[in-house]
């Protein structure tokens, strides 16, 4: 079992629609959750970083924390053809006394205008 | 523009060769890491430096090795390669070297990568 599963995808939906992007994990000592977006041949930038249990917004973006059910979302609203990317959540913890950092398969998303 | 700085941009070589990827950070940013990115295996987090020292240790090999310079850029040497390690190869940066429950507490900014491909 991978530590981190993210469905690859492909994701494609309609503008405007609502987009819901979501990541599990297996080890209770991640603390802190990160969302990154990538686009093609470009480097991943940092959407969101996330460390309690909640919801975070940012403009048309929500992540989402449920550390008990160790499920994270990321959440787009009005989306537009621009959010088509490739959507990687991440997340951090100290493990057995060294820093491990996990990123997950990433999704694929299009919007179509 | 993330202001981290990855050369060269695609690099070709064949199995059993050495290459070394260069990474010169953000202005000011102390911290670098390295990952490798493939179709089957995703984003892979290899190693973190933190002003010149090892931080972190993730799922490098042993034919891999990095170093940070005094002038804080980074190199990433890897050698006897195979054809599996055809991937790109990130770099990024942070200001600090993250603490607590780790390196998420610090944002890190990407470079564009470097196309390894091994033939």
């Known amino acids: 079992q991978k530590e981190v599963e993210q469905d690859p995808g492909p994701l494609s939906v309609p503008e405007g629609a609502i987009v819901s992007l979501n990541c599990t994990y297996s080890n209770s000592a991640f603390q802190y959750f990160m969302w990154y977006r990538q686009y093609s041949r470009k480097g991943p930038e940092l959407l969101m970083y996330t460390y309690s249990s909640g919801n975070k917004e940012d403009g048309r973006f929500t992540a989402q924390v449920d550390k008990s059910s160790k499920y994270i979302s990321l959440f787009i609203r009005d989306s537009q053809p621009s959010d088509s990317a490739t959507y990687l959540c991440?997340?951090?913890?100290?493990?057995?006394?060294?820093?491990?950092?996990?990123f997950g398969q990433g999704t694929r998303l299009t919007i179509n205008p | 523009d993330s202001g981290v700085t990855q050369t060269p941009k695609h690099l070709i070589t064949a199995t059993g060769q050495r290459v070394t990827l260069r990474c010169s950070p953000r202005?000011?940013?102390?911290?670098v890491y390295w990952y490798q990115q493939s179709l089957d295996q995703g984003l892979q987090f290899l190693i973190q430096y933190y002003n010149g020292e090892e931080r972190a240790k993730g799922n490098i090999l042993e034919r891999f090795s990095a170093q940070q310079f005094p002038d804080l850029h980074s190199e990433l040497n890897l050698s006897s390669l195979e054809l599996g390690d055809s991937a790109l190869y990130f770099c990024?940066?942070?200001?600090?070297?993250?603490?607590?429950?780790?390196?998420?507490?610090?944002?890190?900014?990407f470079g564009d990568g470097t196309r390894l491909s091994i033939l």
């Open positions: 202005s000011g940013d102390l911290s």
């Open positions: 990024a940066s942070s200001a600090h070297p993250g603490g607590g429950g780790g390196m998420g507490n610090q944002p890190q900014h």
């Open positions: 991440a997340m951090t913890g100290i493990i057995q006394g060294a820093q491990k950092l996990v």
